[in-house]
């Protein structure tokens, strides 16, 4: 059974600090890795995305992936009361299929 | 300018009877999948079409069934609704192939069987 585990949460920092959220998957054949946003009641969006070891950056947002350990993180810096949300962490398996995992709810507190 | 939509919005119905869930994408995208996220978020793909071709089947009670008229439409039909089957339904598309592909959702259709 292909997993994503993430931590629940909630993940509550102080705006303009800095928020790490974390995902460790299974399946060692995953590629492709992904960050969707989700605000409540809302569909999730996508943030970021790497597919590559090490980190890649966009704004404000770092997306970071070890394959040998298997981890995924995203960090979020100068976060804002806008960011929270719940963040869900994916692994693309061979067949486009994304495996989700159960999200971290994140709250950043004004 | 809507670009993965969903009807309805909201649904909710009664045990054991039939309903069904539309979703259309104009974003000429190959790709359709449908999602059940549950109330602790878990998102779970159920079904993906790619041009009109089931391409993934879950582990999902044969009373779901898909379909697909073409590669922009992706319905869902529900026979003998159960309360277990109250749930948040994602549809969603990408274009699949290259080292990258996106997967863009739609507003989702809550449905609470009573």
């Known amino acids: 059974q292909k997993e994503v585990e993430q931590n629940s949460g909630p993940l509550s920092v102080p705006e303009g600090a800095i928020a790490s959220l974390n995902c460790t998957y299974s399946d060692r054949g995953s590629q492709s890795f992904f960050w969707y946003r989700q605000y409540s009641g809302k569909s999730p969006e996508l943030i970021m995305f790497i597919y590559s070891n090490g980190d890649k950056e966009d704004g404000r947002f770092t997306a970071q992936l070890n394959k040998a350990s298997q981890y995924v993180s995203l960090l979020i810096r100068d976060s804002q009361p806008s960011d929270s949300a719940t963040y869900l962490c994916?692994?693309?398996?061979?067949?486009?299929?994304?495996?989700f995992g159960s999200g971290t709810r994140l709250l950043v507190r004004p | 300018d809507t670009a993965v939509s969903q009807t309805p919005k909201y649904l909710v119905t009664q045990m054991g009877n039939d309903k069904s869930i539309k979703c259309e994408q104009n974003l000429g995208h190959d790709t359709m999948y449908w999602y059940k996220q549950d109330s602790k978020k878990f998102l779970k793909i159920m079904f993906s079409y790619n041009n009109k071709e089931l391409i993934i089947n879950e582990t999902v009670p044969n009373r779901f069934s898909p379909k697909s008229p073409d590669k922009a439409h992706l319905n869902l039909h529900i026979n003998s609704l159960e309360l277990g089957d109250s749930a948040v339904y994602f549809c969603?598309?990408?274009?699949?192939?290259?080292?990258?592909?996106?997967?863009?959702f739609g507003p989702g259709t809550r449905l609470t069987v009573t």
């Open positions: 969603a598309s990408s274009q699949v192939g290259g080292m990258y592909y996106e997967q863009y």
């Open positions: 994916a692994a693309e398996d061979s067949s486009y299929k994304l495996i």
